[in-house]
């Protein structure tokens, strides 16, 4: 049975953006939409029409206006808005906003000061444009120019943002990697990118401890020979560091207000370059273009999360993740972001919720890990009185599916009247398929709709659209914030084999997902990660919601595991247990119990193993197919992509476990 949790009031629904949309496109195309389901049929009905419609309502600076919305509909190959030329840059610093653009605040170590410093501090638009101004000079004096490529391997500072404002003021391409990537990892990455300028930060700060740089920024110079030019971005340690051939300051050159222009180009001219999380192999380079990101974030920004001119997001991100991209377009809004670098359960898992009250944040980002390691701490949270945050709107939550134990805490924990939104999309499409909706209420465990110009459904094994049962994840028609390209992908065979392999003409994203009647969806996970025991796909979400009822639970992975000469799939379950728990007998035999009383007897584990830490990548997704290549005794090369590849070992020693219960002939559980 559904679960509600917070519902809009009517007074609040009348206010919200959403709201004024359906409005104004009702009185501009003369259709009535008496609710979001309406809203949203006639978005993907008339899908070019809609994308025209809210270009012109949300008012997206350009100086040349399109010929065509949208050339063909066939995928891959579709183009938007052709003719179109505009510039990101200019969306954000044209618009004469005031106050505080960026508010950035970097982890202390446990004890220091809470004041204004290095370590705290804000900048505003105007200081925002004047920096980016002497940036684009200082680019321009570098030799780089419209259609170059440019690197970052910074920390969440302003200077990371300036520095891509700077590159899409001018046409210049941007990618970046966060500085906890090695050196193996980083070249996997930028040696496909040939930047030919790297931006570097001489340190970053996590858990209470400032880490250097210079191990892996100093072999850049011949392990990416096409950088001509490193420029070192300082951090506020004492510690000095003069790898680069030039400081930031330098690169700045004299702050004497020079004039800032701004590059126009095409729509699908591109942004920036993101990587896949290169955890089966060498990252993928997705090319995404300039007007697709800035339409399709602003739609959902804007709509979706009730964004408007003076709020204040604040999503816990990484330079390497895509939510960094994300977040920054919510700038051309008017809206203040908060950049926070370091970890945010530092010194303990209120620290974060305490910025977030200090700060006045409207509207929180973070992981479902983060909000589910809050719900299983040892350490009460309830000692800070999470309710008193009279500015807080909104909660988002993206990277790992959050059960509904985690949507329940979030109520009973943090704050009673607020917008918990999740949002399901990823790097592929640098944005969302299913997301929050202001005007919607909120149900335990479920993402609340599809978003507006998105069409897309849920596939049964035959192929067949479902609604109230799990399928495939596909998307049926073009979106604006598609990859133009994969880089290093002439043919286009490799984009075509990511998603349109299985299913020719439709989107196949690879998550396992279900449509409720209501038009709420529940994601359980990655398709390819699924598991399959006697015939059925469960979803590994399932599980890990019913262990949410078990304390001495911290973390876990499952995965399914094919032993020798057997046709059946088992399902082994890892788990991290809380100190001082060791696994043993009578607790294995609680936890198939509890799998087995709130989901089914199929999803009950044949086996139960105990691991240190969930292996993840760097922006803290669980690499289940990782796991189960272990267990299936095939290599992980590309461990480096991994946050914590050090823990793939105690994998290695189970499998080694599983052997010795299987040795090779037939036997069935």
Same mark, same amino acid.
């Given at each position: 049975?559904?679960?509600?949790?917070?519902?809009?009031?009517?007074?609040?629904?009348?206010?919200?953006?959403?709201?004024?949309?359906?409005?104004?496109?009702?009185?501009?195309?003369?259709?009535?939409?008496?609710?979001?389901?309406?809203?949203?049929?006639? +978005?993907?009905?008339?899908?070019?029409?809609?994308?025209?419609?809210?270009?012109?309502?949300?008012?997206?600076?350009?100086?040349?206006?399109?010929?065509?919305?949208?050339?063909?509909?066939?995928?891959?190959?579709?183009?938007?808005?052709?003719?179109?030329?505009?510039?990101?840059?200019?969306?954000?610093?044209?618009?004469?906003?005031?106050?505080?653009?960026?508010?950035?605040?970097?982890?202390?170590?446990?004890?220091?000061?809470?004041?204004?410093?290095?370590?705290?501090?804000?900048?505003?638009?105007?200081?925002?444009?004047?920096?980016?101004?002497?940036?684009?000079?200082?680019?321009?004096?570098?030799?780089?120019?419209?259609?170059?490529?440019?690197?970052?391997?910074?920390?969440?500072?302003?200077?990371?943002?300036?520095?891509?404002?700077?590159?899409? +003021?001018?046409?210049?391409?941007?990618?970046?990697? =966060?500085?906890?990537?090695?050196?193996?990892?980083?070249?996997?990455?930028?040696?496909?990118?040939?930047?030919?300028?790297?931006?570097?930060?001489?340190?970053?700060?996590?858990?209470?401890?400032?880490?250097?740089?210079?191990?892996?920024?100093?072999?850049?110079?011949?392990?990416?020979?096409?950088?001509?030019?490193?420029?070192?971005?300082?951090?506020?340690?004492?510690?000095?560091?003069?790898?680069?051939?030039?400081?930031?300051?330098?690169?700045?050159?004299?702050?004497?207000?020079?004039?800032?222009?701004?590059?126009?180009?095409?729509?699908?001219?591109?942004?920036?370059?993101?990587?896949? =999380?290169?955890?089966?192999?060498?990252?993928?380079?997705?090319?995404?273009?300039?007007?697709?990101?800035?339409?399709?974030?602003?739609?959902?920004?804007?709509?979706?999360?009730?964004?408007?001119?003076?709020?204040?997001?604040?999503?816990?991100?990484?330079?390497?993740?895509?939510?960094?991209?994300?977040?920054?377009?919510?700038?051309?809004?008017?809206?203040?972001?908060?950049?926070?670098?370091?970890?945010?359960?530092?010194?303990?898992?209120?620290?974060?919720?305490?910025?977030?009250?200090?700060?006045?944040?409207?509207?929180?980002?973070? +992981?479902?890990?983060?909000?589910?390691?809050?719900?299983? =701490?040892?350490?009460?949270?309830?000692?800070?009185?999470?309710?008193?945050?009279?500015?807080?709107?909104?909660?988002?939550?993206?990277?790992?599916?959050?059960?509904?134990?985690?949507?329940?805490?979030?109520?009973?924990?943090?704050?009673?009247?607020?917008?918990?939104?999740?949002?399901?999309?990823?790097?592929?499409?640098?944005?969302?398929?299913?997301?929050?909706?202001?005007?919607?209420?909120?149900?335990?465990?479920?993402?609340?709709?599809?978003?507006?110009?998105?069409?897309?459904?849920?596939?049964?094994?035959?192929?067949?659209?479902?609604?109230?049962?799990?399928?495939?994840?596909?998307?049926?028609?073009?979106?604006?914030?598609?990859?133009?390209?994969?880089?290093?992908?002439?043919?286009?065979?490799?984009?075509?084999?990511?998603?349109?392999?299985?299913?020719?003409?439709?989107?196949?994203?690879?998550?396992?997902?279900?449509?409720?009647?209501?038009?709420?969806?529940?994601?359980?996970?990655? +398709?390819?990660?699924?598991?399959?025991?006697?015939?059925?796909?469960?979803?590994?979400?399932?599980?890990?919601?019913?262990?949410?009822?078990?304390?001495?639970?911290?973390?876990?992975?499952?995965?399914?595991?094919?032993?020798?000469?057997?046709?059946?799939?088992?399902?082994?379950?890892?788990?991290?247990?809380?100190?001082?728990?060791?696994?043993?007998?009578?607790?294995?035999?609680?936890?198939?119990?509890?799998?087995?009383?709130?989901?089914?007897?199929?999803?009950?584990?044949?086996?139960?193993?105990?691991?240190?830490?969930?292996?993840?990548?760097?922006?803290?997704?669980?690499?289940?197919?990782?796991?189960?290549?272990?267990?299936?005794?095939?290599?992980? =090369?590309?461990?480096?992509?991994?946050?914590?590849?050090?823990?793939?070992?105690?994998?290695?020693?189970?499998?080694?476990?599983?052997?010795?219960?299987?040795?090779?002939?037939?036997?069935?559980?």
């Amino acid at each position: 049975m559904s679960e509600l949790l917070w519902n809009p009031t009517a007074s609040y629904i009348s206010k919200t953006n959403m709201t004024a949309l359906a409005q104004w496109l009702g009185r501009k195309c003369g259709e009535a939409f008496p609710d979001y389901s309406s809203l949203h049929q006639w +978005s993907v009905d008339h899908l070019e029409a809609f994308w025209e419609s809210y270009l012109e309502y949300t008012k997206i600076l350009h100086r040349a206006p399109h010929q065509q919305v949208l050339d063909t509909h066939d995928m891959p190959g579709a183009r938007w808005f052709s003719g179109m030329r505009l510039n990101f840059a200019e969306n954000i610093l044209a618009r004469d906003f005031h106050g505080p653009a960026l508010v950035y605040q970097i982890e202390k170590n446990f004890g220091e000061p809470e004041t204004p410093g290095a370590y705290f501090g804000e900048i505003s638009f105007k200081e925002l444009k004047n920096l980016v101004a002497r940036g684009a000079r200082g680019l321009r004096q570098a030799g780089i120019k419209k259609g170059d490529r440019v690197a970052g391997y910074v920390a969440n500072v302003p200077e990371a943002i300036v520095a891509f404002l700077a590159c899409a +003021s001018i046409g210049a391409v941007w990618s970046s990697a =966060s500085p906890d990537f090695g050196l193996h990892a980083l070249c996997d990455r930028f040696n496909q990118v040939q930047p030919k300028l790297i931006f570097a930060s001489t340190h970053y700060r996590y858990g209470g401890k400032t880490f250097r740089t210079g191990e892996v920024v100093k072999p850049l110079r011949d392990k990416i020979p096409s950088a001509k030019t490193i420029v070192a971005i300082p951090y506020p340690v004492d510690e000095a560091d003069s790898w680069g051939e030039l400081t930031w300051q330098e690169f700045l050159g004299p702050d004497d207000a020079p004039k800032l222009s701004f590059e126009q180009v095409p729509f699908t001219h591109p942004l920036y370059i993101l990587f896949s =999380s290169g955890t089966t192999g060498a990252p993928k380079c997705m090319v995404h273009g300039t007007g697709g990101a800035l339409l399709q974030h602003r739609k959902e920004q804007q709509l979706h999360c009730d964004l408007r001119a003076g709020d204040f997001l604040l999503f816990f991100t990484t330079c390497g993740w895509m939510m960094w991209n994300w977040q920054l377009s919510a700038l051309s809004l008017g809206v203040k972001i908060g950049l926070y670098d370091g970890n945010p359960g530092y010194p303990d898992l209120t620290a974060i919720w305490r910025l977030v009250d200090k700060l006045g944040v409207t509207h929180f980002g973070t +992981s479902g890990r983060f909000i589910e390691s809050c719900m299983k =701490s040892q350490s009460p949270l309830a000692p800070y009185n999470f309710g008193e945050m009279p500015a807080l709107r909104s909660i988002l939550c993206t990277g790992s599916p959050l059960s509904p134990n985690g949507f329940r805490w979030i109520y009973h924990a943090v704050k009673k009247d607020v917008h918990l939104a999740g949002i399901s999309g990823g790097t592929d499409i640098v944005s969302c398929f299913i997301l929050g909706n202001p005007n919607l209420p909120v149900i335990a465990g479920e993402i609340q709709c599809k978003g507006l110009g998105v069409d897309v459904a849920a596939l049964d094994e035959e192929g067949n659209p479902v609604v109230g049962a799990p399928g495939e994840l596909v998307c049926r028609q073009p979106l604006p914030s598609m990859p133009i390209e994969f880089l290093n992908d002439p043919d286009g065979k490799k984009y075509h084999e990511a998603y349109f392999e299985d299913y020719p003409g439709l989107w196949r994203h690879g998550d396992y997902v279900q449509f409720t009647p209501s038009g709420g969806v529940i994601v359980y996970g990655r +398709s390819d990660a699924t598991l399959n025991p006697g015939g059925v796909r469960i979803g590994s979400a399932e599980i890990y919601s019913a262990l949410d009822a078990l304390d001495f639970i911290a973390g876990a992975v499952v995965v399914g595991w094919l032993p020798p000469n057997q046709s059946d799939e088992l399902i082994v379950l890892c788990v991290v247990l809380t100190a001082p728990h060791a696994l043993d007998e009578v607790m294995e035999k609680h936890i198939r119990q509890t799998i087995r009383e709130k989901c089914s007897p199929r999803h009950v584990p044949h086996h139960v193993f105990q691991i240190s830490e969930v292996p993840v990548t760097r922006s803290g997704k669980t690499v289940e197919l990782s796991v189960k290549a272990i267990l299936a005794g095939k290599s992980v =090369s590309n461990r480096s992509a991994l946050a914590n590849p050090q823990v793939l070992e105690e994998f290695e020693r189970i499998r080694l476990r599983l052997s010795s219960l299987y040795p090779g002939v037939s036997k069935v559980l």
